[in-house]
């Protein structure tokens, strides 16, 4: 055992912690559309990683898109369906309706330009041991915590930068 083992000091991993609240808004946001349609002018623009395992589109539109994609969910789309770890929704392309399923994983932006709202998501492994769902616990072996504690700068964002003005 080194003296390197004996200083282990665990940290919370909270950027984890706070991309998977994030990707919960995401299928919350999902949620209400499928449920109930997208109220006023909401829109929402995703754009996903089209190599991510569990991403299946059309062979035609993954040769157009072989990184990225970006979908628009506002006046014709149809049969959304939000699970716990992915949707699947169709959309028109060149006049021909398609049905595609994206992981929330290969989520790298969401938004909703009506409202002024956007999320980016940092590019993810495709470990699917660093998801973390609302209300879970953690499942064996997920570690949210690093190994060493480094110097780390404390920077605290207020959500009212984010909120819309009355």
Do not use: C
């Not at 919350?28 to 754009?47: C, D, M, R, V």
Request: proline share 5%; glycine share 6%; aromatic share 10%.
């Amino acid at each position: 055992m080194s003296d390197d083992d004996t200083n282990f000091t665990p940290q919370i991993n909270y950027e984890l912690l706070v991309e998977s609240a994030l990707r919960t808004v995401v299928r919350s946001s999902l949620k209400i559309a499928e449920q109930n349609g997208l109220p006023g002018n909401a829109h929402f623009y995703i754009t996903f990683l089209t190599e991510y395992p569990g991403v299946n589109i059309p062979k035609r539109l993954k040769d157009s898109h072989p990184e990225r994609m970006t979908i628009i969910l506002q006046h014709q789309f149809w049969d959304l369906d939000v699970r716990k770890d992915d949707f699947t929704v169709s959309l028109s392309f060149g006049g021909k309706r398609e049905t595609l399923t994206v992981p929330f994983m290969a989520v790298i932006d969401f938004n909703d330009p009506s409202v002024g709202f956007g999320l980016q998501f940092a590019l993810e492994s495709n470990d699917d041991d660093d998801v973390i769902d609302e209300g879970e616990t953690l499942p064996e072996g997920v570690d949210v915590t690093t190994e060493k504690a480094a110097p780390v700068s404390a920077d605290v964002v207020s959500l009212d930068t984010f909120r819309k003005k009355t």
